[in-house]
């Protein structure tokens, strides 16, 4: 349950304490997709913000049984939420090995033979 003064990210998002990650995930692209100061203008950062860190919380099983404990979570940058092609590196993103064959197939250095 939600702590008095803290923003209840269940009603933000618009989903209900019961709801599965698809419904999370559906609900938080809708949502981002409609807010994104891109589409919506820069006065729509800060409840994009909010969006996001409401995501970040209640996708993470660990912080979301923390949240609704009532627990102070902490917020973190959102995950990096596209799928595999990607990865966050400790110096930027980078290409999988599977796709660094493909792109950058017959780019090796030469064998020492």
């Given amino acids: 349950m939600a702590g008095e003064g ?44 909010k969006i996001a860190a409401a995501y970040a919380v209640l996708s993470d099983p660990v912080s979301r049984a923390a949240y609704d404990r009532g627990q102070a979570v902490p ?13 966050v590196m400790p110096y930027g993103i980078g290409i999988e090995p599977a796709s660094r064959r493909f792109f950058l197939k017959g780019m090796e250095k030469p064998s020492s033979r």
């Fill in 75 to 87: 917020i973190a940058t959102p995950r990096l939420l596209w799928s595999e092609p990607l990865r």
């Fill in 6 to 49: 803290r923003e209840d990210y269940y009603t933000l998002l618009g989903i209900g304490r019961d709801a599965d990650a698809r419904k999370l995930r559906t609900a938080w692209r809708r949502l981002a997709l409609r807010w994104h100061p891109d589409r919506a203008g820069a006065s729509a950062t800060g409840l994009f913000q």
